[in-house]
């Protein structure tokens, strides 16, 4: 299985399913590895706490975060619906979101020329990181490099912000662990030291691939 393939299933497995964690405790820095329930199920319960009562009448308006949490599963919910209607030519609504995110990531692991699967990783790890984002909001700090992850390569990535997606730097570092946006891999503890040598050697190889590429098509 490639890199691409790995976290395709990996992203897929954490919005539609319950999923081990890694939490790294900011005062002593032991982790510990509990199990939350899927990405898309916290989103739909965001929505649902969010209600907030203005009076008797059982009506009420519903608190901004809960607002965001509406716009960004219609979102989710619309682009999974158009993409089973491409794949299947029906609309089947008695169709769960999560089977037919799990029904695309099959296909897209089956194109063999690795196009489809890259489309379907960029979309789940955009849900991921705008899901995780509005329900645990952390301070960010965009760190300027190439991811070094086989496969990715980025320098930027698209996160969800208060209704609106907006491109920032892959690589960030929240807390005591830095991720990419792009492809979702997470580095903590050890390997954070090796990080700075990696991104550095990924940046000298995409320059050489393009140097090679402006050779080769001039």
Not at 42 to 52: D, K, T
Not at 113 to 141: D, H
Not at 154 to 163: G, L, M, S
């Amino acid at each position: 299985m490639t890199a691409t393939e790995q976290l395709l299933n990996d992203h897929i497995h954490r919005l539609t399913r319950e999923h081990r964690v890694t939490y790294t405790d900011p005062e002593t820095g032991n982790s510990s590895y509990p199990t939350e329930m899927s990405l898309f199920d916290q989103l739909r319960l965001e929505q649902a706490s969010g209600r907030r009562s203005t009076g008797g009448s059982g009506s009420g308006s519903r608190s901004p975060i809960a607002i965001q949490a509406m716009i960004l599963w219609n979102e989710i919910r619309e682009a999974l619906n158009t993409r089973h209607i491409q794949h299947t030519a029906a609309d089947e609504p008695e169709v769960s979101h999560e089977s037919k995110l799990q029904k695309w990531g099959v296909r897209a692991l089956a194109d063999p020329t690795g196009v489809a699967q890259e489309n379907c990783l960029r979309t789940t790890v955009g849900w991921v990181n705008a899901i995780s984002n509005l329900i645990n909001p952390v301070r960010k700090i965009e760190i300027v490099g190439t991811c070094p992850v086989e496969g990715c390569h980025a320098t930027h990535a698209w996160t969800w912000n208060e209704d609106e997606w907006i491109r920032n730097t892959a690589i960030t570092a929240a807390g005591l662990q830095v991720q990419c946006g792009a492809c979702g891999t997470t580095w903590a503890g050890a390997d954070l030291h090796s990080l700075p040598a990696l991104m550095e050697a990924a940046e000298e190889f995409v320059l050489e691939l393009s140097v090679a590429n402006e050779l080769v098509n001039p």
